[in-house]
């Protein structure tokens, strides 16, 4: 396989090839370290270790762009699919104007670790397109999405039983809508064809609760870990999300979800570092994470909003003290630059990536507990699953059972009256809200929230077993689970 390099962009600084001149390694190698660090307290054999670890196969194309002024411009594309072990494959479609296919490969293999840790039964895929959306018009990329479709069909690099993407930075909705248009299209006699992607709109087969996913998942881990009052000890924390101070990097999908589940269970949202500006809270309360949310929505950015303390360098947002730091941006945030300066006691990883290998030995010295990428943002993925079900089965969850239910707690309630009652009455919303049946919403949260929990407990339970770290012990659930995978096809006899 070729090697692609390109030089690494770690928060603002530029770093050449694999290693720079601090010790941080690129993206992939950075993945690639992790994995092997946790593969040397394996059981595993090493030729199976090397084949886990290779990324099975990368194409790189070329997409033809005719520009609004008349330009001709050839688009660069990519698609990994790092592992077969189970299918589909899966993964999302990143835009911007620095990516490889180091960068793809590694995001693959993510993907694969981190499918493997929650057990949902994908291998790893990821996708990429070299440009700057903020520079294209919408029917740019649509044309520059739908014709990357294209592509992807006439190599059989996706569809419902191979490959199924989904949005990463740079993408959303309407964006994996054309996607599903575009390969209905082509495939219309394809009756699983909504299945060929997800993080659709409601109404093109997406599901309820997926907007949400990941910043949920990283809120269920962060209250794990705040329950476990052992561990909270040994950072000098108190049991419990309620009053703890977190600091943000990121307000897009995954950072600003994850706010608002904290600030619904009490804990302070201190500060929040974004591309353009950030936001510091001065008055010991937290930021208002509607207000900031609506500011946001309305102007595109958070500079200029009032009562509050705004910041240019948003860097140094990350080097405030907290109890909590949330990296929800892009990888290679923390790095052997700054990570001395890092002052929070537990940092959640919502993005892929954050930290460089390098900085994550600096902050391990120093007590920081780190809790891993591979679980803290896997509820994106998670969540994608049960579209990507809801899509083969036909049919919305909670629709044959909510009626059945409602009828059945009616039918309790009203036994409950007529036995023990003493001839009062159940008020007639408490009523309501006793016999609502389940909702989709409902049905993703709870699956979401199982999933999420049972990773936490099977990473907790590895790392106390092993005594290491919570990502050592991430990527070695995750090898394990993988190579027992393989075991039992037979592919290694």
Known sequence: MLSFKRPVLLAGRLFRNSHSTNGDLSFLDSVDHYFNKAAEISSVDKGLLAFIKACNSIIKFHVPLKRACGKLELIEGYRAQHSHHRLPVKGGIRLGPNVDAN???????????????????????????????????????????????????????????????????????????????????????????SGCVTGKPISEGGIQGRQEATGLGAFFVLREFFNDEDLVRKVGLTRGVKDKTFIVQGLGNVGLHASEFIHRAGGRIIAIAERHGGLVDETGKGLDIEVVKSYHKKNGTLNGLPNVKNITDTEKILELPCDVLIPAALESQIHSGNADRIKAKVIAEAANGPLTPAADKILEGKGVVILPDLLVNAGGVTVSYFEWLKNLNHIEFGRMTRRMEEHGKRVLLSALENQYGNGHKIPTSLRDELSRGNTEVDFVHSGLEETMVTGWENVKKTAQEKGCSFRKAAYLVAIERIAKSIGDQGIFP
Do not use: Q
Request: aromatic fraction near 10%.
């Open 103 to 193: 960068e793809t490969m590694a995001l693959a293999a993510l993907m694969t670790y981190k499918c493997a840790v929650v057990n949902v039964p994908f291998g790893g895929a990821k996708g990429s397109v070299r440009i700057d959306p903020s520079k294209y018009t919408s029917t740019e990329k649509e044309a520059i999405l739908r014709r990357y479709t294209v592509e992807l069909v006439r190599r059989n690099y996706m569809g419902p039983a191979i490959d199924v993407p989904a949005p990463d930075y740079g993408t959303g909705s309407l964006e994996m809508a054309w996607i599903k248009d575009t390969y209905s299209f082509l495939r219309h006699t394809d009756i699983n064809a």
